[in-house]
């Protein structure tokens, strides 16, 4: 979880990217196991610089991370490998438009707002039962019945079920 913790009151800083080395970063597309990751965060006019709870950072460039990163370093040590892939562009995670929540907020909501947000955006499957708001994956659903027709934005709703995958022998 990203929280925001102080402000900076600068207002002609102009675009800045800084660099974090996060833990535990579920990758969505199976490029990378769960692990860490380095997120590259680019800002117009920052007002506020983020801290992350199970993280490093900011650094100003890959390079200072790689130097100065107590994780990273671990990570070299632990894991050379990964530590190889994850500075590499491919696996860089490039975060745009973020949203920073004050750590009052999420601390007032018990840690759970990141879970929040994610069940609204990814939904959850468990077995007889879909929940939440979900992006249509023909791989991963079918449709039963289409309940509201596409409107201007493109959104439609349905009766979905999960489809299981199956594993072969």
Not at 20 to 34: A, G, H, K, Q, R
Not at 125 to 132: A, D, E, V, Y
Not at 145 to 155: A, F, H, Q, R, S
Request: charged share 30%.
């Amino acid at each position: 979880m990203c929280n925001a913790p102080g402000t900076n009151n600068s207002s002609d800083i102009g675009q800045m990217t800084f660099y974090y080395i996060v833990d535990d970063v579920v990758s969505t597309s199976d490029d990378l196991p769960t692990g860490q990751r380095i997120f590259k965060i680019s800002y117009e006019h920052p007002s506020l610089i983020p801290q992350f709870k199970t993280g490093d950072g900011p650094y100003r460039s890959i390079k200072e991370l790689r130097r100065n990163s107590p994780r990273f370093k671990n990570l070299l040590k632990d894991d050379p490998q990964r530590a190889q892939k994850i500075y590499s562009q491919r696996f860089l995670i490039d975060i745009v438009d973020q949203v920073l929540v004050p750590k009052t907020i999420d601390e007032q909501l018990d840690g759970k707002l990141f879970h929040m947000l994610d069940h609204s955006v990814s939904g959850k499957i468990t077995k007889n039962n879909i929940s939440g708001i979900h992006f249509f994956e023909p791989k991963f659903h079918r449709i039963i019945e289409v309940t509201k027709d596409k409107n201007e934005k493109g959104i439609w709703e349905a009766r979905i079920e999960a489809i299981r995958p199956t594993k072969k022998d």
